[in-house]
């Protein structure tokens, strides 16, 4: 048992330097990739306006980022790594960076083109089929219907609704600007009063003379 014990343990030691010596041969066999700077700015596909939060990131790396509100970017990948570019509304892109690039640095000046997407036409109908919806309009009895109440339209009650109606939005706008026109005025001086227009007096006491207010009756 002693015997069984002792080789068990030289064995176990033969297969972990046989294992440390795999991993460095396959260390020294593959080659370390370069470490790049990538960076470079976002346009709409008419290259006049930035894009700004465009994600930029290194699929199944976690490594990522996104372009600021000039639509810059910058970030460092690898040699070989395939970046993809995406965008709510626009089409993805993916550039892969060249496994024997000589530079540190690497730009782009990347354009993203919409992403248009047709939907099918929608029919909303309220019965499920056209032949039921038929069969109901063919079904209404147009004579079984009340008559219009004529006492609705008496002017009375329109007159009450209209007093009752909140002013439309015109309305308001035409209110908020001669109050505002009014305010300004009053800046520069007491509001005038026709009675005291002495201009005004004298205009009104030569249509009298004139016998314009007769004309008007």
């Not at 009752?164 to 007491?190: H, K, V």
Request: proline share 7%; net charge neutral.
């Amino acid at each position: 048992m002693r015997y069984v014990k002792k080789y068990l343990r030289i064995a176990l030691l033969v297969l972990v330097a046989y294992a440390a010596h795999c991993l460095q041969a396959n260390a020294q066999d593959t080659p370390e990739r370069k470490v790049v700077q990538l960076s470079g700015v976002i346009l709409n596909a008419d290259s006049t306006t930035a894009i700004p939060g465009v994600n930029i990131y290194v699929p199944k790396k976690g490594r990522g980022t996104s372009s600021n509100r000039f639509g810059y970017f910058s970030m460092p990948v690898l040699a070989g790594d395939s970046v993809v570019f995406s965008f709510i509304g626009l089409k993805r892109q993916t550039i892969t960076i060249p496994e024997d690039i000589d530079e540190d640095k690497v730009s782009y000046i990347l354009t993203m083109v919409q992403d248009e997407i047709a939907l099918q036409e929608v029919q909303v109908m309220p019965y499920p089929t056209e032949e039921e919806f038929k069969n109901a309009i063919l079904a209404v009895n147009i004579d079984a219907e009340p008559p219009l109440n004529r006492g609705n339209l008496s002017p009375q009650l329109l007159l009450r609704w209209a007093e009752e109606m909140p002013a439309s939005g015109n309305e308001n706008f035409r209110q908020f600007t001669n109050q505002q026109t009014q305010q300004t005025l009053d800046r520069y001086g007491p509001r005038p009063l026709p009675l005291l227009n002495p201009f005004a007096w004298a205009q009104f006491i030569k249509s009298i003379k004139n016998g314009d207010l007769k004309n008007r009756d």
